[in-house]
């Protein structure tokens, strides 16, 4: 649990499509950014329970998670989105594994170059991709700005 900044002006542009209603028992219904952030948290197929989500300078976040890695990807999901610029963490873990380190992409990183400085073995890098799956659809795809879980190797 805690808060995460991320780079306000990078990631994914979600809010501002044109989509302005959406179906909700037969009715339309405004779609907020709250909508917007499950809908990405769903469409990404994270586990989660109970997940709320709170919209207001920052997004707050809650719900119940089997692994750190889920709520980690949560985290991202949420944080690599344009327009925010902080994530409040109040996910519970059942099942607690070693957190992961988080990366903020540079201009000119590749996954290969942050694998060998982290790792210290550049073939290493995808452990890092998989560990950002389904958030990354490929190694090559990552952009300044952007937030990566990096996972601890196993001794």
């Not at 405004?30 to 948290?41: A, S």
């Not at 949420?78 to 994530?87: L, P, W, Y």
């Not at 998989?130 to 659809?137: F, G, I, Q």
């Amino acid at each position: 649990m805690g808060l995460f900044s991320f780079i306000k002006g990078a990631g994914k542009k979600l809010f501002g499509k044109k989509q302005e209603t959406v179906e909700v028992a037969n009715a339309p219904a405004p779609v907020t950014k709250t909508d917007l952030l499950k809908e990405e948290v769903a469409r990404l197929g994270i586990p989660v329970n109970d997940l709320n989500v709170e919209v207001s300078e920052m997004v707050t976040v809650s719900g119940t998670t089997a692994t750190n890695a889920d709520r980690e990807k949560i985290i991202l999901a949420m944080g690599n989105i344009d327009c925010v610029g902080c994530v409040e963490d109040n996910i519970t873990v059942t099942n607690p594994e070693p957190e992961a380190i988080f990366h903020v992409v540079e201009s000119g990183d590749t996954l290969s170059m942050i694998s060998k400085k982290v790792y210290g073995d550049p073939m290493k890098y995808n452990v890092i991709f998989e560990a950002n799956k389904p958030m990354l659809e490929h190694p090559d795809k990552i952009y300044p700005g952007q937030t990566l879980r990096i996972p601890q190797m196993n001794a």
